[in-house]
T-cell receptor
Framework: ETGVTQTPRHLVMGMTNKKSLKCEQH?????MYWYKQSAKKPLELMFVYSLEERVENNSVPSRFSPECPNSSHLFLHLHTLQPEDSALYLCASSQAGSYEQYFGPGTRLTVT | EDQVTQSPEALRLQEGESSSLNCSYT??????LFWYRQDPGKGPEFLFT???AGEEKEKERLKATLTKKESFLHITAPKPEDSATYLC???????????FGKGNQVVVIP
């Protein structure tokens, strides 16, 4: 695998489900990001991890819970989501201190 | 409030018809401006970083320029494979985040 990978690529879940999104980077970076992309809106930064510490939490509801066990892996745990949470969730990585971010292909999430 | 505005929102070009995309920003203390390309169903792909007014970067048919208030992405003699959404983002001093614009959706017709 090369670059940034995300699984699953598509996810449909009910409002009472619990699921997790996974991101893995193979670039030797040490900063990782979660973004939300909704139609007709700019990318919204959700979380930033640098050197495995969370350095940014952009007022994201607690139904989204990130986890960064090491510099190569990032998870987004989801529970009791709302239909308005349906979106493309993108993971990115970079070297800490650099903002040349490299993105994964995203997970298309649909909440029913 | 800091803001990034991209125009036009959508653009249809004939193959070979050169054009420019605009990204204007109102931020205090620009540290860098970034251009990304995003194809449908995929994540953004990094294209360029510009750091100071007057700087230019080129890649194939794309050329990015930067002034104190805006950046342009010039597409010279585009081909259908240049069809994509182009995203502009700025990084501000003292801030961990990139602020993105809504994007320029470009369609190049053969």
């Amino acid at each position: 695998e090369t670059g940034v990978t995300q699984t699953p690529r598509h996810l449909v879940m009910g409002m009472t489900n619990k699921k997790s999104l996974k991101c893995e980077q193979h670039l030797g970076h040490n900063a990782m990001y979660w973004y939300k992309q909704s139609a007709k809106k700019p990318l919204e930064l959700m979380f930033v991890y640098s050197l495995e510490e969370r350095v940014e939490n952009n007022s994201v509801p607690s139904r989204f819970s990130p986890e960064c066990p090491n510099s190569s892996h990032l998870f987004l745990h989801l529970h009791t989501l709302q239909p308005e949470d349906s979106a493309l969730y993108l993971c990115a990585s970079s070297q800490a201190g650099s903002y040349e971010q490299y993105f994964g292909p995203g997970t298309r999430l649909t909440v029913t | 409030e800091d803001q990034v505005t991209q125009s036009p929102e959508a653009l249809r070009l004939q193959e070979g018809e050169s054009s420019s995309l605009n990204c204007s920003y109102t931020v205090s203390g620009l540290r860098g401006l970034f251009w990304y390309r995003q194809d449908p169903g995929k994540g953004p792909e990094f294209l360029f970083t510009l750091y100071s007014a007057g700087e230019e970067k080129e890649k194939e048919r794309l050329k990015a320029t930067l002034t104190k208030k805006e950046s342009f992405l010039h597409i010279t003699a585009p081909k259908p494979e240049d069809s994509a959404t182009y995203l502009c983002a700025v990084q501000i001093y003292g801030n961990n985040r990139l602020a993105f614009g809504k994007g320029n959706q470009v369609v190049v017709i053969p």
